[in-house]
């Protein structure tokens, strides 16, 4: 079980993610939404210990990840928003590095590897750099990474970002199958349909604090909406998308 225990981490004085908590348990998917600048990836980068908590604390399995950070960080998978990835390296490259990383022996690594690279239609440009690689083609590689070493907790930080329809539909149901499995996961995104579809629980962030936290289910019926999107923009008070377009067409043609 992951914990969040009051979590705040402050910049200059200012508070990026304000006295946020919550608890994700095995086989639950917790949506983790809000407006950019919300505080989502500062959370997510506290979470896997890339910032440190200004407040607060962050539990898994009932003890302080600071105790064994290390340990931790070996039990997790991590999707980061932005595919920054060694640009020399070839695909199969990148995973051989991450697997030796995770101290997987040459014998398991490699047909994982062959697997990944078949299931996400990525052998032909296996060996050809990352660099000349696809926005989607770098997300694949990254999901690859995440899920190598079979971890217990799954951290997706936009993991839909570039994909193509079919891929994100794989990724959907691999996540419900994961969880079916008994794993956790921490599921941040802006495609809200794809949450609502997935995530047994959602927290949405307004500002660095917490506007909701609960199932879709109790929060369709306490809003009295009818969709994750309507939720999310009267807890957030963002303006009418179609006023906001309605807008833009006006200053075009001004």
């Known amino acids: 079980m992951l914990e969040v225990r009051n979590l705040t981490k402050k910049f200059n004085g200012v508070a990026a993610v304000e006295n946020v908590s919550f608890t994700l348990r095995p086989g639950e998917i917790l949506g983790y939404v809000g407006p950019n600048g919300a505080g989502k990836s500062t959370t997510v980068k506290m979470i896997i210990g890339l910032l440190d ?29 932005e595919s920054h990835l060694y640009p020399h390296l070839s695909g199969r490259e990148y995973l051989q590095l991450v697997g030796r990383l995770r101290g997987l022996p040459k014998e398991i ?8 690279l078949s299931l996400f239609s990525l052998q032909e440009d296996a060996n050809c750099p990352v660099s000349a690689y696809s926005k989607g083609m770098r997300q694949k590689i990254l999901i690859s990474a995440a899920l190598m070493h079979n971890p217990e907790l799954l951290i997706l930080d936009e993991p839909l970002s570039g994909l193509d329809v079919t891929t994100a539909l794989v990724l959907r149901d691999l996540l419900q199958g994961l969880a079916a499995q008994g794993r956790m996961i921490l599921f941040s995104s802006h495609v809200l349909d794809v949450l609502e579809k997935v995530c047994s629980g959602v ?8 506007a909701a936290h609960d199932t879709i289910e109790r929060l369709r019926e306490s809003l009295h909406e009818t ?12 303006k009418n998308h179609r006023a906001i377009a309605d807008d833009i067409l006006e200053v075009m043609q001004a």
């Open 53 to 81: 908590p200004s407040e607060g604390q962050i539990l898994f399995r009932g003890k302080s990840i600071i105790d064994d950070l290390p340990g931790f960080q070996a039990r997790i998978g991590y999707v980061p928003e």
């Open 109 to 116: 690594l490699e047909p994982k590897i062959d697997r990944f």
């Open 203 to 210: 927290l949405i962030l307004c500002k660095g604090k917490v």
């Open 227 to 238: 969709s994750l999107e309507g939720i999310f923009g009267q807890l957030t008070r963002e």
